[in-house]
């Protein structure tokens, strides 16, 4: 017989499965059909289980939105930085943040759809769309991005430039790619991701 322990063990186990499940079920959901239409029960559907197994885990849909932005964010983040984390010098860091970020989008194109819906498409209790919260300061990666080019510069590498306008334009031409369908059936990933950096080394150095 299990013991006390064992028994908690096992039922974290299977809380945790579950939780991964549904977080999974939601990805999809939002990746078909979007944010708005995304009940409770077009992802039970997905998710092979009863709407009640979700009441269980997550209190609404905001709550399972929310924990599922922070998981998405987290995803992202350990991915892309971890990546830029193993290179050594501000040139190296830069690049390889771009072609991380481009790498993760590509191979995670549900992911990504997931959180442009949320983050675009959910309100805060106080009914204001995330996409208009001001949270720069919690943003692991515009502040590394941040880093990477104050570094550039205090070290005479890069030029001079304002930061917040040039990591503003790095991420939006990153995230740009994926969202629009006319670029991408025009461009090859490695085409825009060489192209990019080019353009970027450029503006860092005019």
């Known amino acids: 017989m299990m013991d006390d322990q064992e028994k908690e063990n096992k039922q974290s186990f299977i809380t945790i499965a579950r939780r991964e499940q549904i977080i999974e079920a939601t990805i999809k959901t939002l990746d ?10 077009q ?13 269980y885990h997550f209190a609404d849909k905001r709550d399972l939105m929310n924990h599922l932005l922070m998981e998405l964010l987290e995803r992202s983040t350990t991915y892309i930085l971890g990546r830029v984390q193993q290179e050594h010098t501000t040139e190296e860091k830069l690049t390889t943040f771009i072609v991380a970020s481009l790498d993760y989008q590509w191979t995670h194109p549900a992911v990504h ?38 570094t550039g510069q205090k070290d005479g590498i890069f030029g001079a430039f304002n930061v917040d306008v040039m990591a503003n334009m790095i991420q939006g031409a990153i995230g740009e790619y994926m969202l629009n369908p006319s670029l991408t059936n025009k461009v090859d990933l490695e085409t825009y991701r060489v192209e990019l950096i080019r353009i970027v080394n450029q503006a860092l150095n005019g």
Do not use: C
């Open 32 to 41: 078909e059909i979007g944010y708005v239409k995304a009940s409770l029960a």
């Open 43 to 55: 992802i039970a559907k997905r998710a092979g289980i009863s709407t009640a197994l979700i009441s």
């Open 113 to 150: 759809t997931a959180l442009i819906e949320i983050v675009f498409h959910a309100r805060t209790v106080d009914n204001i769309p995330y996409y208009k919260l001001n949270d720069e300061d919690e943003d692991p990666m515009l502040n590394e991005l941040h880093h990477i080019l104050l």
